[in-house]
């Protein structure tokens, strides 16, 4: 039987699976990228953080160029030839090596911008991940087509923590913001030659150009929107560092690395594993709806208290665990705290939409997502970084639920059904929100160490999110039940 029409088991017991690894995978990996970043903001200055900003801005380029979005479409097309893949890797490495070259040559211009000195050797090193990466998109979409998380997990772990070390020893060795850029050079080394090592295809001297115009209607859309997406992520650090300064950019990619990045590593495996589940029942939107809720459910459950939990706490977390020197990011944080909920809710509407093959629809969203929040970036500039953070959060309460709406009515149902079946995780959350709140409140008041604080402040919000839940969302609980008991291997078909 083909992947497009397997059996309803066989994908669930694969997301399931998939979804166990990626949890595993996402404890290794955000464990040591927290414990690094807390790390180097002690052994950093903000200035050398901003200097570092200033070209990591463009480092979440790298996975957009690197295989001009071709990997997605194979993932999503029904069928593959040897032809499709080998034309994909060669399309891929070329432009990843025309990007390093290119990125090299403009590493004087880019620190010019800037006008730092330090940009220019430290963004023309950063360039050579762009081909690095290149060689291996084309294994990491073979394998995420086979939903064969076992192995992209264990790359994803081990690159991670060896480039997490790599940075750590660059920092100490004195080098500055060298530091981060090591760590990501590392990353994308060790993720390429592992991807090599677990995946069985090697390219062939194959070259068509009717591959590429297959399936390039897809994945032209989809470059399309990665690129919009990612000047849109990026352009409020450009806009920051060039006209506020590499201080107020370090507070600025501080705070949102703590907000988005952890959130990230959760939201990008779950995206993966499910991108190819919705690609296989493509035909079935019914199913795929009932899947989006469901899993968009356990997301919210983990995003909505951590990220209230955050806001919160923010004061406290900066003071113990990143140190006073970086006071200027607890209200960024806190600001940029509403952003990453309302976001951490589209998780999965991409995804939908180009498993779906609607990418133009993805398109067209995307540009007016891009051009709402660059206006919203470039009026808040007016007011420093804490304005642009401002900015940001009022363009994504305009433009998030629309997101929402357009998923819903492309898999025949209404938002509502989406909005009832987030209310008891939201009420949980809001419960849990209140009662930290109030116990800081407390704490405050009687005089208690913010280190004493913080952590009594976790515990608790641990504690009231628990039994909320159990009140105000038992479905969460069932869902959890369903995924212990589909891992081992007890699941019954839906």
Same mark, same amino acid.
């Given at each position: 039987?083909?992947?497009?029409?397997?059996?309803?088991?066989?994908?669930?017991?694969?997301?399931?699976?998939?979804?166990?690894?990626?949890?595993?995978?996402?404890?290794?990996?955000?464990?040591? &990228?927290?414990?690094?970043?807390?790390?180097?903001?002690?052994?950093? *200055?903000?200035? @050398?953080?901003?200097?570092?900003?200033?070209?990591?801005? %463009?480092?979440?380029?790298?996975?957009? +160029?690197?295989?001009?979005?071709?990997?997605?479409?194979?993932?999503?097309?029904?069928?593959?030839?040897?032809?499709?893949?080998?034309?994909?890797?060669?399309?891929?490495?070329?432009?990843?090596?025309?990007?390093?070259?290119?990125?090299? =040559?403009?590493?004087?211009?880019?620190?010019? +911008?800037?006008?730092?000195?330090?940009?220019?050797?430290?963004?023309?090193?950063?360039?050579?991940?762009?081909?690095?990466? *290149? /060689?291996?998109?084309?294994?990491?979409?073979?394998?995420? &087509?086979?939903?064969?998380?076992?192995?992209?997990?264990?790359?994803?772990?081990?690159?991670?923590?060896?480039?997490?070390?790599?940075?750590?020893?660059?920092?100490?060795?004195?080098?500055?913001?060298? !530091?981060?850029?090591?760590?990501?050079? !590392?990353?994308?080394?060790?993720?390429?030659?592992?991807?090599?090592?677990?995946? $069985?295809?090697?390219?062939?001297?194959?070259?068509?150009?009717?591959?590429?115009?297959?399936?390039?209607?897809?994945?032209?859309?989809? %470059?399309?929107?990665?690129?919009?997406?990612?000047?849109? #992520?990026?352009?409020?650090?450009?806009?920051?560092?060039?006209?506020?300064?590499?201080?107020?950019?370090?507070?600025?990619?501080?705070?949102?690395?703590?907000?988005?990045?952890? %959130?990230? #590593?959760?939201?990008?495996?779950?995206?993966?594993?499910?991108? $190819?589940?919705?690609?296989?029942?493509?035909? @079935?939107?019914?199913?795929?709806?009932?899947?989006?809720?469901? =899993?968009?459910?356990?997301?919210?459950?983990?995003?909505?208290?951590?990220?209230?939990?955050?806001?919160?706490?923010? $004061?406290?977390?900066?003071?113990?665990?990143?140190?006073?020197?970086?006071?200027?990011?607890?209200?960024?944080?806190?600001?940029?705290?509403?952003?990453?909920?309302?976001?951490? /809710?589209?998780?999965?509407?991409? @995804?939908?939409?180009?498993?779906?093959?609607?990418?133009?629809?993805?398109?067209?969203?995307?540009?007016?997502?891009?051009?709402?929040?660059?206006?919203?970036?470039?009026?808040? /500039?007016?007011?420093?970084?804490?304005?642009? !953070?401002?900015?940001?959060?009022?363009?994504?309460?305009?433009?998030? $639920?629309?997101?929402?709406?357009?998923?819903?009515?492309?898999?025949?149902?209404?938002?509502?059904?989406?909005?009832?079946?987030?209310?008891?995780?939201?009420?949980?959350?809001?419960?849990?929100?209140?009662?930290?709140? *109030?116990? #800081?409140?407390?704490?405050?008041?009687?005089?208690?160490?913010?280190?004493?604080?913080?952590?009594?402040?976790?515990?608790?919000?641990? *504690?009231? +999110?628990?039994? !909320?839940?159990?009140?105000?969302?038992?479905?969460?609980? @069932?869902?959890?039940?369903?995924?212990?008991?589909?891992?081992?291997? &007890?699941?019954?078909?839906?």
């Amino acid at each position: 039987m083909s992947a497009a029409v397997a059996p309803s088991e066989a994908i669930r017991g694969r997301v399931m699976r998939g979804l166990a690894w990626k949890v595993g995978s996402q404890a290794v990996s955000q464990g040591s &990228r927290s414990i690094v970043a807390i790390i180097l903001a002690h052994l950093l *200055a903000p200035h @050398d953080y901003g200097v570092a900003g200033m070209v990591m801005v %463009f480092a979440s380029f790298v996975f957009v +160029f690197s295989d001009l979005a071709l990997g997605a479409a194979l993932v999503q097309r029904p069928s593959l030839t040897e032809a499709d893949r080998s034309t994909v890797f060669w399309t891929g490495a070329a432009a990843g090596l025309l990007f390093t070259l290119v990125g090299i =040559a403009v590493s004087g211009l880019i620190a010019n +911008f800037y006008d730092e000195p330090e940009v220019g050797p430290l963004f023309a090193a950063l360039s050579v991940s762009f081909f690095v990466t *290149a /060689l291996a998109t084309t294994h990491s979409a073979l394998l995420n &087509r086979e939903m064969n998380f076992r192995a992209l997990e264990i790359v994803v772990m081990v690159s991670t923590v060896v480039g997490a070390v790599i940075g750590v020893i660059v920092a100490l060795k004195g080098y500055g913001p060298w !530091a981060l850029i090591a760590q990501q050079l !590392a990353s994308s080394v060790v993720w390429t030659l592992l991807l090599w090592k677990f995946s $069985p295809w090697r390219p062939r001297f194959i070259y068509s150009r009717a591959s590429i115009r297959d399936l390039g209607g897809f994945s032209g859309n989809v %470059f399309a929107h990665r690129t919009l997406y990612y000047l849109h #992520r990026n352009s409020a650090p450009l806009l920051i560092g060039k006209f506020v300064g590499a201080a107020a950019l370090g507070a600025y990619t501080l705070a949102f690395n703590i907000i988005f990045v952890p %959130f990230s #590593r959760i939201a990008g495996p779950i995206q993966e594993v499910l991108f $190819p589940a919705f690609s296989r029942i493509q035909n @079935d939107k019914e199913r795929m709806a009932t899947l989006w809720i469901r =899993a968009l459910r356990l997301v919210a459950t983990i995003s909505i208290p951590a990220l209230l939990g955050m806001v919160a706490v923010a $004061p406290d977390f900066v003071e113990v665990v990143l140190g006073p020197k970086w006071s200027a990011a607890t209200p960024i944080i806190q600001i940029l705290g509403w952003v990453g909920l309302l976001q951490s /809710l589209q998780t999965l509407s991409t @995804d939908i939409l180009q498993a779906l093959d609607q990418t133009s629809t993805v398109v067209k969203f995307t540009m007016v997502f891009f051009t709402t929040h660059l206006a919203a970036f470039i009026i808040g /500039l007016h007011w420093g970084v804490k304005g642009v !953070a401002i900015g940001y959060a009022i363009s994504t309460t305009l433009v998030e $639920p629309i997101y929402a709406r357009i998923t819903a009515r492309a898999l025949g149902i209404s938002v509502w059904t989406l909005a009832r079946s987030l209310s008891g995780v939201a009420q949980a959350s809001l419960i849990m929100f209140g009662g930290v709140l *109030a116990a #800081r409140s407390v704490l405050v008041n009687d005089g208690t160490p913010s280190s004493v604080r913080l952590l009594v402040l976790v515990f608790t919000g641990f *504690a009231i +999110f628990g039994m !909320a839940v159990m009140w105000r969302a038992p479905e969460v609980i @069932d869902d959890l039940k369903e995924v212990v008991r589909t891992r081992r291997g &007890r699941a019954v078909t839906a």
